[in-house]
């Protein structure tokens, strides 16, 4: 908000002005969505009123045809992460992770959440190790384009690592289609 120009209070006017097509147009598309991506105020600092560090969640349906959630760990389980100390610098208020199953709109959708911000994106590939069906090509792909775009807002924090994920799950995505496509003519002349 602050490194975008923008005060709270002429954000929260935007929004309430915005908020009837929101709720007519916007909001409902999101139980047809595999994947969401919703941004909210921090639960690491009381009252906050700042709205500097946040806390993103992204929301993946299971089920879906090409589309593997990305999971902390190990898939499936509840999982909470404070991962500050020897291997990532965390100023305060730190940065907690959280992934579990959960419904959404009235499907199975696992749930990887980030509440807080990077203090070195260097560090991300620390956490990055620690998460699974990330769509990468190679190790460090996901800190190697957080790196390669630390100036763009939220490249510190949730917003940035979850879109710079669900880039990668879409070029998956995009591949595995394109291959299965390539397959079928195939598999129909051998029919």
Known sequence: MAERGHSL???KASIEA???DFDAYIDPQKQYADAVIEVLPTQLIPDDNEGKVLRVRLIMKEGVEFFSPVYLF????????IPCGRKLTCSYPGIKFFY????????????????GQFDRLDELIYVESHLSNIS???YG???QQMLKHS???GSNN????????????????????IASKAKTPVEATKA
């Open 9 to 11: 209070e002429s954000i």
């Open 18 to 20: 915005r908020k009837p």
């Open 74 to 81: 190990d898939e499936g389980s509840t999982i909470s992460w």
């Open 100 to 115: 579990g199953p959960d419904a959404y709109f009235g499907h199975e959708v696992s749930v990887l959440e980030m509440d």
């Open 136 to 138: 990468t090509k190679f």
């Open 141 to 143: 792909e996901v800190t």
């Open 151 to 153: 100036d763009f807002p």
């Open 158 to 177: 949730g917003t940035g690592l979850f879109q710079t994920i669900v880039g990668l799950k879409i070029r998956d995505l995009f591949e595995q289609l």
